[in-house]
C-alpha cells in the first residue's frame, strides 16, 4: 500500500521567509503527486499538481514543488512567504486505480 | 453554484445513535469519496465509489456504510456511532483519478 509522510508537522515562519514542506511517498511505480492547502475553516483546495513531463510544477500564488523520482520526493516551496499562507498544507498521491492518499499535514503560521 | 455540497456542516451524536451524512455533486463525476480528518494523520480515505452502484473500501471503513444509487449522490451511514468517530468528514468528487479532486466544505461531527 502506498503512503505518503509529511516529516514537518508545525512550522513557524517570518513574513517574507522562504518555505519548504518535505513530503516523501512510498509507492515505486508511476504516482500522481498533489499538494492541497487548507484556510483555517474551510475545505481543502488544489495548489498544484504533478502527473508527468516538468519535475518542476508550478501553483497558485506563487507555490511550487519538484518531483525528484530517485528520492521518492515532492517538496513544496515558496520563495517569501505572507501572513495569508497560514494555514494546513497537505500531500497527497495516487497511483492507477487508487483513490488518493493523504499525509498527515503540516501546519504554517506566518508571522506579521 | 457547481460544487461538492454537504450537509450537515456540524452534528452531535450521542454513543450508539447512527445518522447519514450527505454528499451531492453537480458536475457529473464520476468518482467519489469521502475522508475523515483527524489532527496529525491527515485525511484517511473511508469509501469510496467509481460509478453509480459501485463501491468500495477504504483505509477506515468499520463503522460506516455507503450507497452509491445515482451519479449526483454519496451518502455515507454511521451505523452505531462510537466517540471514535469524532472527526471532520469530507467529501470529494472527481472526473477521474488524474483529475482535480473537488472537495465539500466537511461535515464536524462530534460524538458523546
Known amino acids: 500500500a502506498q503512503s505518503v509522510s509529511q516529516h514537518n508537522h508545525h512550522v513557524i515562519l517570518s513574513e517574507a521567509a522562504s518555505l519548504e514542506l518535505g513530503c516523501n511517498y512510498s509507492?515505486?511505480?508511476?504516482?500522481?503527486l498533489f499538494w492541497y492547502v487548507q484556510y483555517p475553516g474551510q475545505h481543502l483546495q488544489l495548489l498544484l499538481k504533478?502527473?508527468?513531463?516538468?519535475?518542476l510544477v508550478k501553483g497558485i500564488k506563487g507555490f511550487e514543488a519538484e518531483f525528484i523520482k530517485s528520492k521518492f520526493s515532492f517538496n513544496l516551496r515558496k520563495p517569501s512567504v505572507q501572513w495569508s499562507d497560514t494555514a494546513e498544507y497537505f500531500c497527497?498521491?495516487?497511483?492507477?486505480?487508487?483513490?488518493?492518499?493523504f499525509g498527515g499535514g503540516t501546519r504554517l503560521m506566518v508571522k506579521p | 453554484n457547481a460544487g461538492v455540497t454537504q450537509t450537515p456542516k456540524f452534528q452531535v451524536l450521542k454513543t450508539g445513535q447512527s445518522m447519514t451524512l450527505q454528499c451531492a455533486q453537480d458536475?457529473?463525476?464520476?468518482?467519489m469519496s469521502w475522508y475523515r480528518q483527524d489532527p496529525g494523520m491527515g485525511l484517511r480515505l473511508i469509501h469510496y465509489?467509481?460509478?453509480?452502484?459501485?463501491?468500495d473500501q477504504g483505509e477506515v471503513p468499520n463503522g460506516y456504510n455507503v450507497s452509491r444509487s445515482t451519479t449526483e449522490d454519496f451518502p455515507l451511514r454511521l451505523l452505531s456511532a462510537a466517540p471514535s468517530q469524532t472527526s471532520v468528514y469530507f467529501c470529494?468528487?472527481?472526473?477521474?483519478?488524474?483529475?482535480?479532486?473537488?472537495f465539500g466544505q466537511g461535515t464536524r461531527l462530534t460524538v458523546v
Open positions: 458536475m457529473n463525476h464520476e468518482y
Open positions: 509507492y515505486g511505480g508511476t504516482v500522481n
Open positions: 497527497a498521491v495516487n497511483n492507477a486505480g487508487n483513490m488518493l492518499t
Open positions: 465509489s467509481v460509478g453509480a452502484g459501485i463501491t
Open positions: 470529494a468528487s472527481s472526473y477521474s483519478l488524474r483529475t482535480l479532486a473537488f
Open positions: 504533478y502527473f508527468s513531463g516538468d519535475p
